[in-house]
C-alpha cells in the first residue's frame, strides 16, 4: 500500500507538472509569438483532475487511493486509517512528490528553472489571507468528496445510484484548479506544494 501512494503520487507529479511547465513554454512570448498556444489553465486543471481520476481508479483497492496528505489525514481523523499507516503513507507520498518532479527536473531542466519548477505561488494582487482562504475551501472541497464518495452508509442506501468513487474525486480536483488556479496555482495536495517547491 505504501509503495501504491508512492508510485501514485510520483506519477501524479510528473505528468502534472510537466502540464504546468510544458503550458508556461508554449506561452512564453520569448519562445512563441502565439500567446493562444498551449493547454490553457482549462488543460492544467483536465491533468490534474485526470490523473487523480486515473490513480485512485488504479490504487484504491491496494491504498484506498489516497494520493495526498490532507486525504490521508482526514481520514485519520475519522479513524479510518491507523496512525502508523497514516504517516507512512504521508512520508510515502511526500517522497513520491519529490521524485515525480526531480524526474521533470531531469528531463526539462532548462524550461523546470525558467519556469520556476511549477510551484506554488500567490499571484500577484491577492494577499496572503486570500490565499489562505482559497486553499483551505479548497481542499474542503476535495475531501468532503472523497468522505462522500468512499462513504459506505451512502453506497448502501443509494445502491441505486451507481458511483465511481474516483469520478467524483476526479471532478472536485478539477472543478477546484479552475477556481484557485488564477489566485495561489492550486495547492490542495501538500505534497504536490512540497515536491514543486
Not at 38 to 54: E, S
Request: some cysteine.
Amino acid at each position: 500500500a505504501v509503495i501504491a501512494e508512492f508510485i501514485a503520487t510520483l506519477l501524479f507529479l510528473y505528468v502534472t507538472v510537466m502540464t504546468v511547465i510544458g503550458y508556461k513554454s508554449q506561452t512564453d512570448p520569448t519562445l512563441y509569438p502565439d500567446q493562444c498556444a498551449g493547454v490553457g489553465v482549462l488543460g492544467i486543471a483536465w491533468a490534474f483532475g485526470g490523473m487523480i481520476f486515473i490513480l485512485v481508479y488504479c490504487t484504491a483497492g491496494i491504498s484506498g487511493g489516497h494520493i495526498n496528505p490532507a486525504v490521508t489525514f482526514g481520514l485519520f481523523l475519522a479513524r479510518k486509517v491507523t496512525l502508523v499507516r497514516a504517516v507512512m503513507y504521508m512520508v510515502a507520498q511526500c517522497l513520491g512528490a519529490i521524485c515525480g518532479v526531480a524526474l521533470v527536473k531531469s528531463f526539462q531542466s532548462s524550461y523546470y528553472t525558467r519556469y520556476g519548477g511549477g510551484a506554488n505561488g500567490l499571484t500577484h494582487g491577492y494577499s496572503i489571507g486570500t490565499g489562505v482562504a482559497a486553499e483551505i475551501i479548497g481542499t474542503f472541497v476535495l475531501v468532503y468528496t472523497v468522505f462522500s464518495a468512499t462513504d459506505p452508509k451512502r453506497s448502501a442506501r443509494d445502491s441505486h445510484v451507481p458511483v465511481l468513487a474516483p469520478l467524483p474525486i476526479g471532478f472536485a480536483v478539477f472543478i477546484v484548479h479552475l477556481a484557485t488556479i488564477p489566485i495561489t496555482g492550486t495547492g490542495i495536495n501538500p505534497a504536490r506544494s512540497l515536491g514543486a517547491a
